[in-house]
């Protein structure tokens, strides 16, 4: 939740330092605030990529971590993202290779997902 909080701050930070920009014009005052609103952009998106983070460490322990396949949803596995974030360090050629593969196998799913609530809320909205 203070993750959250602290996004919506770096947030509101930003859009005060635009206009602060945009007020005080092409002079060397806005040159520094476009900077500084660069940083705070920077900034909301590391916290982004953190939460992201937290979240997949957060399911493999929830999930127990385990590569196999098992008869019930209750036994403890492993997801995509998680199988990613534990296994990188390590990785080389081969197996460096699979991660890659299985990083754009989650991309592509995420993708037709994400397309296909796109045509479902046009279809809403034209309707």
């Not at 859009?15 to 940083?39: H, I, Q």
């Not at 991309?107 to 279809?123: P, S, Y």
Request: glycine share 10%.
């Amino acid at each position: 939740m203070m993750a959250i909080a602290i996004g919506v701050m770096n947030v509101a930070t930003y859009a005060a330092t635009l206009l602060s920009a945009r007020l005080l014009g092409p002079k060397a005052y806005g040159g520094f605030a476009a900077v500084t609103g660069l940083l705070l952009v920077v900034g909301v998106v590391m916290l982004g990529l953190g939460r992201a983070l937290g979240e997949t460490m957060a399911v493999t322990f929830v999930i127990g971590n385990a590569h196999r396949i098992s008869s019930s949803v209750l036994l403890p596995g492993t997801t995509i993202s998680a199988s990613i974030a534990n296994e990188f360090n390590e990785a080389s050629g081969l197996h460096l290779s699979a991660l890659m593969a299985l990083a754009l196998v989650l991309f592509l799913i995420t993708f037709v997902i994400l397309a296909l609530a796109r045509l479902l809320i046009g279809a809403r909205s034209a309707a």
